[in-house]
């Protein structure tokens, strides 16, 4: 049986407690303490639950020594909102925790809940900070800290002006510093970055992208020769074709359910869910299957694997438009 850990600093702490409001830093908490226990055991059952999934008594069924003394984790989102009931059996694991399990709590942090909060900080949880952004300076060590976690230089004025294009969610900072990195070689500099974003040019992307997922070659064309007109690179137009067919995807084979939780499922938010559900109608797997086979085609031919960048996105958009169809 694995010794129970107690760093701060280790993921596989017996309690781990993410307090803030931001939704990709919790998420990246929870990530991490995922991926360190499958580290340790693949087999390792994780749990996922909302604060409505946890009632009375069910954290002792989920906590229960295995015969297999398997490793689980244990998620509970939205603490804060946990019955009263719920609250006393979660103080009481707090203080004695079980072995082979990793329980994670997210709390938003605020007064609501914050007995709650208080008693498990008491009993010696490790305690990840995943506060909302609200400054500028903060958005910018933000975009630093993950170009550095990506292994890559960028200027600061690149970093600055990263943060004036793209704004204050920090998915699409995150999304951002991940496509330089995939896209660019050497040091990213102010240049590389406003010949990807400036004016936000990635929204035209998104726009070619919606309109072909929605089946609409004509506008999707239009929008296309538009987007490469007015300078929008290639490669994110079929970055956004991309995206756009894999979340299709994605919300035609999830489980029913509320936007909410299947935002939390998808790792989209919830807003995108209504957008996609609109937009999947029509789609069929096979579909979703040649339209991303032409995405990746296309990706292939404006990075060097073809004559012509536009004409392999215009084949793109049409054989996504086409796929979109195919069920109608």
Not at 88 to 113: C, Q, R, S, W
Not at 130 to 159: D, H, I, M, N, W
Not at 260 to 280: C, F, N, S, T, Y
Request: a neutral charge; charged letters at 25%.
């Amino acid at each position: 049986m694995a010794t129970r850990r107690n760093s701060t600093d280790d993921p596989l702490a017996p309690i781990t407690l993410a307090v803030g409001q931001e939704d990709l830093l919790l998420d990246r908490a929870v990530q991490q303490v995922v991926a360190a226990a499958r580290a340790s055991d693949a087999d390792t059952d994780v749990r996922d639950l909302s604060s409505d999934q946890l009632q009375p008594g069910t954290l002792a069924e989920l906590t229960s020594p295995s015969l297999f003394a398997e490793r689980k984790v244990v998620i509970v989102r939205n603490a804060h909102d946990l019955s009263a009931d719920t609250v006393k059996d979660v103080k009481a694991y707090a203080n004695a925790p079980a072995e082979e399990i990793t329980f994670v709590l997210l709390h938003a942090g605020g007064a609501k809940g914050k007995g709650l909060l208080d008693a498990v900080r008491k009993a010696g949880a490790r305690e990840v900070a995943c506060p909302r952004t609200t400054k500028p300076a903060e958005r910018l060590s933000f975009v630093r800290s993950e170009f550095r976690a990506l292994g890559r230089s960028a200027t600061p004025e690149a970093c600055q002006a990263l943060v004036d294009s793209i704004g204050s969610e920090l998915r699409e900072l995150a999304s951002a510093v991940s496509q330089l990195v995939a896209d660019v070689e050497g040091t990213i500099d102010e240049a590389v970055v406003g010949r990807y974003y400036t004016g936000r040019a990635e929204a035209s992307s998104f726009a070619v992208a919606d309109r072909a997922v929605e089946g609409r070659a004509a506008e999707a064309l239009e929008a296309l020769r538009w987007s490469l007109s007015t300078g929008v690179a290639p490669v994110l137009i079929t970055s956004a074709l991309a995206q756009g067919v894999r979340a299709i995807g994605k919300l035609s084979s999830a489980r029913g359910g509320r936007p909410a939780d299947l935002a939390r499922e998808l790792g989209m938010p919830p807003w995108k869910i209504d957008r996609v559900r609109q937009q999947m109608r029509g789609w069929t797997p096979d579909g979703v299957s040649d339209a991303l086979r032409a995405v990746a085609a296309a990706d292939a031919g404006v990075k060097g694997g073809g004559d012509d960048p536009e004409y392999a996105l215009e084949k793109a958009v049409v054989a996504v438009a086409r796929a979109a169809r195919a069920g109608r």
